[in-house]
């Protein structure tokens, strides 16, 4: 039966599921063939694509799904639980991104466009691949999980996106306070982008590695899976999104 649902929520909105990271990763591309035809390092370009703006997009379009159902009120009056339908599209969203972002953390390993330290190199490759792979999963998980909430307590999702648009946007231009406080780094979304990527020779210390990207990850995914259960926990009273609805 779940699966069920699930098919059938794809069929529903495989398109918006599939353009919007699809556009994307063709422009991203264009800019990497342009970048070669300048002899620049692609590498930092894939690296942003999978943990800058894909995750910011999942976020923005989790939202939408959320308050913008045409049938909503219909679906109140449905044995089945919106909280439960909102909460598989959740899972297709992140299903669809993920695809995305492991797919160019995968073609980067095998371009050798790398971001691991040099004393992680000699880790087993699956090791380095699933380790690699928070750089995109932390942030989308993280994004999603905060546009969320933010959705269901102001039923907005024209709010919940300025929001998130307003931190995107901040962390990428005053990064320095994050990377100086500790406890600001757990909030901190860009940290391979920003701070560990240094193209194909990467000397970084392991305690810098440590402390300034694999501790953060780990605090920033605990942090979303609590925002993830406080949405459980807010979908409870789900008619009050037919207010924002109607507003919306």
Not at 81 to 89: K, M, N, P, V
Request: aromatic letters at 16%.
């Amino acid at each position: 039966m779940f699966f069920a649902r699930i098919y059938y929520e794809w069929k529903l909105h495989w398109k918006a599921l599939l353009l919007a990271p699809l556009l994307l990763i063709i422009a991203c591309s264009l800019f990497a063939l342009l970048q070669l035809q300048m002899r620049e390092n692609v590498g930092r370009s894939f690296l942003g694509f999978a943990e800058v703006f894909l995750p910011l997009s999942a976020g923005i379009m989790a939202g939408s799904m959320i308050v913008r159902e045409p049938a909503l009120e219909l679906l109140l009056t449905l044995r089945h639980d919106y909280r439960a339908i909102s909460l598989q599209r959740l899972l297709l969203i992140i299903f669809s991104y993920a695809c995305f972002c492991c797919l160019v953390i995968s073609i980067m390993a095998t371009l050798h466009f790398w971001f691991l330290p040099r004393y992680l190199l000699s880790w087993p490759l699956l090791a380095q691949w699933l380790l690699a792979q928070l750089i995109w999963l932390v942030p989308l998980l993280w994004f999603v999980a905060l546009s969320t909430c933010i959705t269901l307590v102001v039923r907005s999702d024209i709010v919940s996106g300025s929001v998130l648009a307003a931190l995107w946007i901040s962390e990428l231009l005053y990064w320095g306070p994050f990377h100086d406080l500790s406890w600001l780094r757990a909030f901190y979304t860009f940290p391979t982008v920003m701070w560990i990527y240094q193209g194909d020779a990467i000397s970084i210390p392991a305690w810098y590695f440590n402390e300034f990207w694999l501790l953060p990850h780990l605090e920033q995914l605990a942090i979303a899976l609590i925002l993830f259960l406080a949405s459980w926990f807010l979908f409870h009273n789900t008619e009050r999104l037919l207010k924002g609805a109607t507003i919306a």
